[in-house]
């Protein structure tokens, strides 16, 4: 005997919408892992552009350090160099400067001028001595005046005296002694002081 089980209309239908359904399902869970594998994909992608671009900004700043760690050395021995040059300016100012000062103050001491007393103190020169006349006295002030190693030169005083029967003029200065010396020209100006120092300070 044989039995044929016919469904109906409705249940046929019923059917074909659940497996619409279902494939529906299957295709949005489908197309929602894709999209998800996609985002996933593009982010690490990103990632790793990100870290190679943070790995090359790390080299470069490295680089930077290397550099600026050379300068800094470059500057000390610079820094170094320049204090070794000073120091031997120094000493050598200090073994020629006095022998040309000392030969400047003769060159500029007229004949008949004696000089009788000299003391030097930081750079700060005391002179005292005797001529024959205020207008000697004038003339060693204005040598000393465009001399390139004394500035500053000043008369402090004159006064007449007797020595051996002979009238003679004392005076006393005093100046800057420069055992870095500058040129005569550029003190020519300031020369000018001390030689009208000189002329106001002739006293019978």
Do not use: C, H
Request: no cysteine; glycine share 8%; proline share 2%.
């Amino acid at each position: 005997m044989i039995r044929i089980n016919l469904l109906s209309a409705r249940e046929i239908k019923a059917e074909v919408g659940k497996r619409q359904g279902l494939a529906i399902a299957v295709l949005s869970l489908g197309a929602t892992l894709v999209l998800m594998l996609g985002v996933f994909l593009y982010q690490f992608y990103r990632s790793s552009a990100l870290e190679r671009e943070l790995a090359g900004l790390r080299q470069e700043i490295a680089a930077l350090e290397s550099q600026a760690k050379e300068v800094v050395e470059v500057q000390k021995k610079v820094a170094e160099l320049q204090g070794k040059l000073k120091v031997i300016e120094d000493l050598n100012k200090r073994r020629v400067g006095p022998v040309r000062v000392m030969e400047s103050l003769s060159l500029a001491a007229p004949e008949r001028l004696w000089l009788t007393e000299f003391r030097e103190n930081s750079g700060n020169l005391s002179l005292a001595g005797m001529a024959v006349d205020n207008q000697t006295v004038a003339d060693f002030l204005t040598a000393l005046s465009t001399s390139a190693y004394f500035g500053n030169v000043e008369l402090v005083e004159t006064s007449q005296i007797e020595q051996q029967n002979l009238l003679l003029k004392k005076f006393s200065l005093r100046s800057r002694v420069l055992y870095q010396p500058i040129f005569a020209a550029a003190k020519a100006a300031g020369g000018t002081g001390g030689a009208a120092a000189a002329s106001e300070g002739k006293k019978p």
